[in-house]
């Protein structure tokens, strides 16, 4: 790199040049005049400054054209892979890699994702929500948290799902649901964050966090009278309850509409169940139309509801062990037989089985059971899988393989079945549960597909009478048909019970709102 260089004879006793990078430094021996060192020392300073400047060039231009040829490799623009490079791939991969951007010339490229432009405003602090109950009960209350955010100014942080009941299950939000998609579909109305900032998430981690359940049932006007005060003076706000706490009826227009666009729009289930979802709907359709049996009759409904028709003496010991065993289930004492005749039980499955046969439901369809284990097993089902030989479940037409991950994660499997239940030809269900209804209306939303709905207060009356003897079978079928007749999802108004919300019909179970039938009747009436 450097080298002592000598310079001509005439100089050669008093001075050396040295030369360093191609630059000639010399050094002046003790003979020199002061004016010749000064002259020399000048030279050697000018030389010294171009000699940087070029070469703090020369590295910057280097450095440019390998940054640049490295982003060429990587994505950038095709020109930038013909530049001469010292990372050049060998000839093979050169074909590969031109082979390659032939093909993606004949592909169409992905069509980018448009985002609705950001709503701005005002933040007036956080709301941190904790759902409780199962996957539809908590579907619900997801669409009334986001409206409620929204009206209030605040900012929404990412659902926390129930982990503590019956189910156990301990699955998260972005387990169940495509997160990115649910927060950026709705940032036109509402800010969504994974998590609160770094200073507050400090604090509630500290401890330092106003929790509180919210009024069942409230208008909107509560959340912005008494909830969002709150939020002002502590910034967050946990509501640790959300069931049912905005009512159904009453509501402005808009909000109503943005609860069924966070339900039918922004709910989107990850790519992993709806791919499974696909695979069921597509193995099911292979065979011909299919009907979805939402068969509500596991463990955990009867002994929460006390119904125990058709359970032998070993079995309603279980159950009532089960109701007592859970402290939030409130109703301890329970008459079955009163009960049912009121027509507050799910319908067993031998009673499903004659209903359907009443309705003349063919018996060569396919039935999917949308449901966990029935209780009772193969002993209770003998009577339906006779009448109806095609039964089929989740578990009987996957893999095991496909259904691993699942395992364990009740609200998945859930996700599985409502996806399914929304494809059906046909959807019954035997109980008015959260999940009976949340598809109830989303199948209005896709065009009022067929879903009927169980008269079953009048239908263990009738099946009662048939058993006895008092009606036979043409006259039970013919009172059961025309009981059902305005009972298959059609357009409808929801009924409104001023002041008896649990009575009234369920907002999700029919969103007239968000229905162009159902505003057409509306304006009609």
Known sequence: MCRPERTSSSSSSNCQDLVWMGVRVEKGGRGSSNGSSSSVAAASRSRMKMWMIRATTSVLVWTCVVQLTTLGEMWGPRVLKGWPSCFTHDSSSSSAVSALDFDSQLLPSPRPVLLPPKRVYKNNGYLMVSCNGGLNQMRAAICDMVAIARYLNVTL????????SFWADPSEFQDIFDVDHFITS????????KELPPRLKLRVERGMLYTMPPISWSDISYYKNQILPLIQKYKVVHLNRTDARLANNGQPLDLQKLRCRVNFSALRFT???EELGRKVIKLLRQNGPFMVLHLRYEMDMLAFSGCTQGCNSDEVEELTRMR?????WKEKIINSDLKRKDGLCPLTPEETALTLRALDIDRNIQIYIAAGEIYGGERRMASLAKDYPKLVRKETLLEPSDLQFFQN???QMAALDYLVSLESDIFVPTYDGNMAKVVEGHRRYLGFKKTILLNRKLLVDLIDQYHNGVLDWDTFSSAVKR?????????????????????????????QECLESSVD?????
């Open 271 to 273: 790519p992993q169940i």
């Open 186 to 193: 709705l940032r036109d109305e509402v800010r969504i964050l």
């Open 157 to 164: 942080i990412v659902p926390e799902l129930d982990k503590t």
């Open 324 to 328: 007592y065993a859970y402290p939030w």
């Open 521 to 525: 009747l509306l304006s009609s009436t």
């Open 409 to 411: 994660h009740s609200s």
């Open 483 to 511: 009981a059902h007749a305005d009972r298959m999802g059609s357009p409808t108004t929801r009924l409104v019970i001023l002041d008896k919300p649990k009575e009234e019909d369920y907002f999700y179970a029919n969103p």
